[in-house]
Nanobody, 130 residues
Framework: QVQLVESGGGLAQPGGSLRLSCAVSGFTFSSYVVSWARQARGKGLEWVSGIYSDGSDTYYADSVKGRFAISRDNTKNAVYLQMNSLKPEDTAQYYC???????????????????????WGPGTQVTVSS
């Protein structure tokens, strides 16, 4: 049973930083995509950033490009989202999701599509406020 568990959310001031972690367990497939998505109150789920299992490519939404950085540690089965220069509009519940066994050729076309994800974690709340 694949499980994803997010941690690291909390309260940050505008301009501050937070680092989210996504612990992944229970998978046996050789390739995967892990992404972060967020949902602000009253809005839909918005894709934020993603990474392929071989670590060769990272992807970002325009709204976070240059401020957020995604990384992975395969020895710990973990994916991280370093969030810098936080803004009040970054306030949301943040989720990590996983696509299992994508082909390398399909990653760029699938990674931003929320419905393509096979698993999601329960989320962690990020609040940016002074």
């Amino acid at each position: 049973q694949v499980q994803l568990v997010e941690s690291g959310g909390g309260l940050a001031q505008p301009g501050g930083s937070l680092r989210l972690s996504c612990a992944v367990s229970g998978f046996t497939f050789s390739s995967y995509v892990v992404s972060w998505a967020r949902q602000a109150r009253g809005k839909g789920l918005e894709w934020v950033s993603g990474i392929y299992s071989d670590g060769s490519d990272t992807y970002y939404a325009d709204s976070v490009k240059g401020r957020f950085a995604i990384s992975r540690d395969n020895t710990k089965n973990a994916v991280y989202l370093q969030m810098n220069s936080l803004k009040p509009e970054d306030t949301a519940q943040y989720y990590c999701g996983l696509i299992q066994d994508p082909t390398s050729e399909s990653v760029s076309s699938l990674i931003t599509i929320i419905n393509e994800y096979d698993y999601w974690g329960p989320g962690t709340q990020v609040t940016v406020s002074s």
